[in-house]
């Protein structure tokens, strides 16, 4: 089987692993089936899109939407790499994830409109899925409404008119959504279960998530949440777009 290739941007090794790890037990993937690349230790190299089965983008401490002179010169290079990269895997419709960065990558590069309007605290929400949601083959397995982890500082507040909406959350409007037929993109994270989300609050608790002294009673709360459904969405895309 031809690999996927995960393009990640967490400088921390402990999280960045965990996140890794994640994506290998929700995708059934063995580490033969899931190529790493930290952009945040190294600039992109060439990458020929006919070597892998897709690309998965994972979650980021980046918030695209800051101001430029807020960026530091490794965000701005990471997301101009992405964005090149962008611009041939949805000029081939090629079978693309992205989970949280994703809005941020993806629709930004769609031209979608992402800002502070609709950014959600850390913690889990209730997800619906709509019309074409229920219809999307990365959705078959999942029910109308569905428990997921999310935190974010940013999202997408207008949404491309040739993009098609999937799910929604009352706080966020756009929670998933695919471009062509192959591109894929969720503002909750479908890699994380309860243990998941606990290393990320002990990481980012000093990132301006939430205050720190909440970490505790964050990781008590979102310990009691069944996320399963959600983690459905990372192994669908890898069983449908595996190719050898």
């Not at 897709?54 to 401490?61: A, E, F, L, Q, Y």
């Amino acid at each position: 089987m031809k690999p996927f290739l995960l393009i990640a941007t967490r400088a921390e090794d402990d999280t960045a692993d965990a996140e890794y790890e994640q994506f290998l037990r929700f995708g059934n993937l063995d580490e033969s089936e899931l190529v790493r690349l930290r952009l945040e230790q190294r600039p992109m190299p060439d990458i020929n899109l006919d070597d892998f089965s897709g690309i998965i983008v994972g979650g980021s401490p980046f918030t695209g939407s800051d101001p430029d002179d807020q960026k530091s010169d490794t965000q701005k290079r990471v997301e101009q790499e992405i964005s090149t990269l962008l611009d041939e895997v949805v000029v081939r419709d090629f079978p693309f994830l992205g989970a949280c960065y994703g809005v941020g990558t993806l629709l930004s590069h769609q031209g979608a409109v992402i800002d502070s309007t609709y950014s959600e605290p850390v913690g889990a929400v209730m997800i619906s899925l709509t019309e074409d949601g229920r219809q999307d083959p990365l959705l078959a397995e999942v029910p109308d409404t569905f428990g997921a982890f999310v935190g974010h500082k940013e999202a997408c507040t207008v949404f491309p008119a040739h993009a098609v909406l999937l799910a929604s959350s009352p706080t966020c409007p756009v929670q998933m959504f695919r471009l062509k037929n192959n591109l894929y993109g969720t503002q909750f994270h479908p890699e994380l279960d309860a243990p998941g989300i606990a290393t990320r609050i002990r990481t980012y608790k000093d990132f301006g998530y939430f205050e720190p002294d909440q970490a505790d009673s964050l990781i008590a709360e979102t310990s009691q949440w069944d996320v399963s459904d959600a983690n459905r969405v990372v192994a669908a895309f890898t069983a449908r777009y595996a190719t050898r």
